[in-house]
């Protein structure tokens, strides 16, 4: 099969024929017909992350966004066959574990992420291990495109809406409009809420506008607590950091109004090497919530993809284009600038 592999940190990827995947005796392989380049392939390739133990060994494939078509199954798999059109959590979970019992399975004791854990999808065909438990049935309204879109960046948005409690009315305070910001505005105005976007840059900020919200700020040229709590008549009910730096960190938690909670989904560069100063008096004082949000647990994916397939949620919006596999180099050289708008695709191998 084609595919592209992450040979060595900062060095450009290598498009090359390798062996096609066959499936163990729980796993399926399906065709890539969409994946999304996400700036997790590009934290893995800049070698990111080393801190929470998210290395991958090298070569690899990255990739973790897809959607396709199952081409194989191994001997135990029950609930998938041949020709059936998926998708998949980037967090794949075991299924037998505490918290995949619990209804968990984003905090899976036993997880693995596609493109880290094994080769991901940047190829024509990608292994799917424990498939009955992993695998996410598509509805007919659903293409691979839009599954890809909805794969890491737009389910990540949604789980960390949930995971603030965001209710109709709530001012939520959305610190980055990149792809899980924005796709954290799209569901938080769904819902409901009052969103204020957050970014450095003009034309993120008015894609913001066009995903529901009802106010922004330049941080570049605002002092953002001030202006969040100006906006929002005393500061935000949920803040969510979609980015993971530290300014953005504390611009999040100083804009919460007393009793708010801040959302962490963004995880931290290597200039925080995930250790941020927060202001924790403030937390007291104020009877702040500081969460973490992770993925999308697999159970939400019902919700999630019917909203999706109603037309009520759009992660297509948020394509900015679709691209070839031998195009990932110059994707991660634009996410390298902050160069790139929305989501890009590969959508021909
Ligand atoms: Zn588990
Ligand atoms: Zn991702």
Same mark, same amino acid.
């Given at each position: 099969m084609?595919?592209?592999?992450?040979?060595?940190?900062?060095?450009?990827?290598?498009?090359? #024929?390798?062996?096609?995947?066959?499936?163990g005796? &729980?796993?399926?392989?399906?065709?890539?017909?969409?994946?999304?380049?996400?700036?997790?392939?590009?934290?893995?390739?800049?070698?990111?992350?080393?801190?929470?133990? /998210?290395?991958?060994?090298?070569?690899?494939?990255?990739?973790?966004?897809?959607?396709?078509?199952?081409v194989?199954?191994?001997?135990?798999?029950?609930?998938?066959?041949?020709?059936?059109?998926?998708?998949?959590?980037?967090?794949?979970?075991?299924?037998?574990?505490?918290?995949? =019992?619990?209804?968990?399975?984003?905090?899976?004791?036993?997880?693995?992420?596609?493109?880290?854990?094994?080769?991901?999808?940047?190829?024509?065909?990608?292994?799917?291990?424990?498939? #009955?438990?992993?695998?996410?049935?598509?509805? &007919?309204?659903?293409?691979?495109?839009?599954?890809?879109?909805?794969?890491?960046?737009?389910?990540?948005?949604?789980?960390?809406?949930?995971?603030?409690? %965001? =209710?109709?009315?709530?001012?939520?305070?959305?610190?980055?409009?990149?792809?899980?910001?924005?796709?954290?505005?799209?569901?938080?105005?769904?819902?409901?809420?009052?969103?204020?976007?957050?970014?450095?840059?003009?034309?993120?900020?008015?894609?913001?506008?066009?995903?529901?919200?009802?106010?922004?700020?330049n941080?570049?040229?605002?002092?953002?607590?001030?202006?969040? =709590?100006?906006?929002?008549?005393?500061?935000?009910?949920?803040?969510?950091?979609?980015?993971?730096? =530290?300014?953005?960190?504390?611009?999040?938690?100083?804009?919460?109004?007393?009793?708010?909670?801040?959302?962490?989904i963004?995880?931290? +560069?290597?200039?925080?090497?995930?250790?941020?100063? %927060?202001?924790?008096?403030a937390?007291?004082?104020?009877?702040?919530?500081?969460?973490?949000?992770?993925?999308?647990?697999?159970?939400?994916?019902?919700? /999630?993809?019917?909203?999706?397939?109603?037309?009520?949620?759009?992660?297509?919006n948020?394509?900015?284009?679709?691209?070839?596999?031998? &195009? *990932?180099?110059a994707?991660?050289?634009?996410?390298?600038?902050?160069?790139?708008?929305?989501?890009? *695709?590969v +959508?021909?191998?």
């Amino acid at each position: 099969m084609k595919a592209v592999r992450i040979v060595a940190t900062r060095q450009p990827l290598v498009f090359e #024929d390798l062996p096609d995947p066959t499936p163990g005796p &729980d796993d399926a392989v399906v065709r890539v017909q969409a994946t999304g380049i996400c700036r997790s392939d590009w934290h893995a390739w800049m070698g990111d992350w080393t801190w929470i133990g /998210l290395a991958p060994t090298l070569p690899i494939v990255p990739g973790h966004e897809f959607g396709g078509e199952v081409v194989a199954v191994g001997a135990n798999v029950r609930e998938f066959a041949v020709g059936d059109r998926v998708t998949v959590p980037f967090h794949n979970a075991c299924g037998h574990c505490a918290y995949c =019992r619990a209804g968990s399975p984003n905090l899976c004791a036993n997880t693995g992420i596609y493109g880290f854990s094994w080769d991901g999808s940047f190829a024509e065909y990608v292994r799917v291990p424990h498939a #009955d438990f992993n695998l996410i049935r598509l509805p &007919d309204t659903v293409d691979a495109l839009t599954a890809a879109a909805m794969g890491c960046r737009y389910m990540t948005g949604y789980h960390g809406v949930m995971r603030g409690g %965001v =209710r109709p009315g709530h001012w939520v305070a959305v610190q980055g409009a990149g792809g899980v910001g924005l796709s954290a505005i799209q569901v938080a105005a769904a819902v409901g809420a009052q969103v204020v976007a957050v970014d450095i840059d003009d034309a993120k900020l008015d894609k913001a506008r066009e995903e529901g919200a009802v106010a922004v700020v330049n941080a570049r040229r605002a002092n953002v607590p001030e202006a969040v =709590r100006e906006i929002t008549g005393g500061g935000a009910h949920v803040g969510i950091d979609a980015l993971g730096i =530290r300014e953005t960190i504390l611009n999040s938690i100083l804009s919460l109004r007393k009793g708010g909670r801040h959302v962490q989904i963004g995880l931290t +560069t290597a200039a925080e090497g995930g250790m941020v100063a %927060v202001p924790i008096d403030a937390v007291t004082a104020m009877e702040l919530e500081i969460v973490g949000s992770l993925g999308n647990p697999h159970p939400a994916y019902d919700g /999630l993809l019917s909203l999706v397939a109603a037309g009520r949620l759009r992660p297509r919006n948020l394509v900015e284009r679709e691209v070839g596999l031998e &195009d *990932v180099n110059a994707v991660f050289a634009a996410m390298t600038e902050f160069q790139t708008r929305g989501f890009n *695709v590969v +959508t021909r191998f």
